[in-house]
């Protein structure tokens, strides 16, 4: 029997592209869905920003992804939202991305979106009172955060997916059972919709 992490250990990293997550959608509704729903989840391609081709540190991908991220921040006044979403497979993966953005995110305020050690009820306060501009955390509790109306997603401009990067085991974190269920549950739930509306769009990092 062959364990994923052998057979992850002889592929070569392949970058994820567009077409991955669109695969990963048809295949997890392809079974209980009409036609018609998932031609409704499906994204264009224009939905995308450029993917890591895996030469990238985060900063740098941040850089190129946003050029206009200053101008972003600036003008982002409202409560409740950020203006970019950074959606990885755990807590500690949460806090070494955010170190990794010290040399794109400049001054900008971000937000810690994760369970372990942090109260759901505390981040809900923070977002009511202050302006942050990135939210960085796990998809179940950016998705608990959003159902409970403590985050609003109509400013959010780029959501971002930690797509690439392996934990010790090699999995991704489209690997891992429950962190897929729930990243793509968040995608359903609102984040399809605006991508298809044109006010988010999503990157694969």
């Known amino acids: 029997q062959k364990k994923i992490s052998d057979i ?7 970058p994820g592209v567009p077409a991955d997550l669109q695969n990963l959608l048809s295949q997890h509704f392809g079974k209980n869905r009409s036609v018609i729903e998932i031609e409704e989840l499906k ?9 890591n081709d895996l030469t990238h540190s985060f900063s740098s991908y941040l850089k190129e992804i946003c050029p206009k991220w200053a101008k972003l921040r600036k003008n982002h006044k409202e409560k409740k ?5 950074v959606i990885c497979s755990s807590a500690l993966r949460s806090l070494e991305l955010i170190k990794s953005m010290t ?5 900008c305020r971000v937000l810690k979106l994760f369970a372990k050690h942090i109260k759901i009820k505390e981040q809900m306060k923070m977002l009511e009172k202050g302006v942050f501009h990135i939210g960085v955390g ?7 955060l959003v159902e409970q109306d403590g985050l609003c997603l109509n400013s959010t401009k780029y959501m971002i997916l930690d797509w690439n990067w392996r934990d010790q085991k090699l999995r991704r974190m489209m690997d891992i059972p429950e962190i897929k269920k729930e990243t793509i549950d968040l995608l359903e739930m609102s984040i399809i919709k605006l991508c298809r509306e044109g006010s988010v769009k999503l990157g694969l990092f």
Not at 8 to 14: C, G, H, N, R, V
Not at 138 to 144: D, E, I, L, S
């Open 8 to 14: 992850l250990e002889k592929s070569a990293p392949k």
């Open 43 to 51: 994204l264009s391609d224009s939905c995308f920003l450029p993917a």
């Open 81 to 85: 939202s950020v203006v970019m979403l």
């Open 103 to 107: 040399a794109f995110k400049g001054d």
């Open 138 to 144: 796990t998809p179940g509790r950016v998705k608990a």
